[in-house]
């Protein structure tokens, strides 16, 4: 009899084992049933590869049902069918019309390439799972790829901008362990999420950029029916040598620990004197934010509620705003990391002074800071001229080819992400954004502009 093995954490679907062996006699594949009385399984899975576009049910956070698509992979089976790995996919609805515009596009694309299907990200350092993730990105890959020449050729696009994110969120799982140096380190008191070779992380970092590489592949035949093609980004990352310094920056929230030792930042206590994680408004003159901020909890201008209802304003008088910003600063510039003993923090300057770096105003900190190189993150808390190891920066690339631009030439200048848009304008013949910050890259366009 074929074994049945009841899965109730996945929508209590069936497993049911492929009677069918290899020609070694072993099994090598899976048959996924909704219910027992379907004559047709939901998905059969064979071992190594990922089988995807599976339509399936699924729940929102509101228990509302959906048609969704996902993937699944067997990577691991026992021979005698006993026990087995498999990975699913997250769900993606087949009816997200409203990423669509006009909608109709939808149509058409789910019928000719497929409902849009889901990627994956996963920080756990295991070859199976990272493969994975990679798979799911390929299948990405593959459908916006074809995507875009279906609606290339029923619409009659003349411009398309066309956004792939893998290289960043697929870098953000691993290249933290690029780092030969920080790599050493952590070896010395290993983690549980350190657990591969050093070689391992690099060659992950090959595969991540030839898949990239075969998207933009995809596109390069439109160079030679007349089309331009521009490849940039708005950002790279780096493989710090020693990784972000823990107690500064947070891409998701407040950095407490050194503001709270440095005295500008404190915690409410319970009863026994234990800190907890709330603010405490009333003895907080300042608090770091996000990954470069710095914000002066200000009388007249900031008031916070405390979890037990108490309306705080803040507490920092006005007129000693730029004498605290000037201790702020001084004390940040003599932080020093706890291996190396060097500074940590490269700048700091003032809101009005962050205007070179095209920050200030009232979206930025009172303080904006970089983390020095070596010691900053990914990217977001640094400078866009730093460097990592393992030939890693956080500078974007820009390369164009094609009509309008000279053939061969390679520019000092500069080209930054708000020298983009302005450039594109000239291309089209258009005028540029009203409020733009950039200029048209004109030393590498074929005509006086």
Known sequence: KVPVIKLKEFNELNILFNKNENEEGKYDRIAMYKSKKDAEPLAVMVLGQITSYIIDDGFDKKDEKHEVVRHMKLFEIADDASTFRMWISAAMRTDMYDTWSPQRMYDYIKEVVGPTPPTSNMYEQVEDLHQCMMDSWAINIDWQAKTIHEIIKREGIEVVFSHMHNVDLINHTFITFMSKTLHSMMSLNPTKQLGLAHEVYLKWQDQLYDETDRYLGEFLHFLDEGWT???????????SSYSKYAHLGSVTGWSLRLMQQLGYTDVIRDAD????????????????????????????????????GRVVEGIVDPADKYELEEQIMTDLYAVKHPVTGKRVVSLAVRNKDAVHFGLGGPESGDIVYFLAEGYNQHHGDSLSTFEGEY?????????????????????????????????ISALLGVRMPAQCEGSPAYQILDWEF
């Open 229 to 239: 093609i521009i490849v940039t980004s708005d950002h790279a990352q780096v493989a």
């Open 273 to 308: 004197g234990n800190e907890t994680m709330e603010v405490d408004w009333s003895k907080t003159k300042a608090i770091a934010n996000r990954s470069a901020d710095i914000y002066i909890n200000l009388k007249g201008r900031n008031v916070h509620t405390q979890k037990d």
């Open 391 to 423: 030939n890693t920066s956080v500078s974007p690339i820009f390369v164009a080819a094609g009509p309008g631009f000279k053939s061969g030439e390679y520019t000092d200048r500069i080209i930054r992400q708000v020298d983009f848009a302005p450039t």
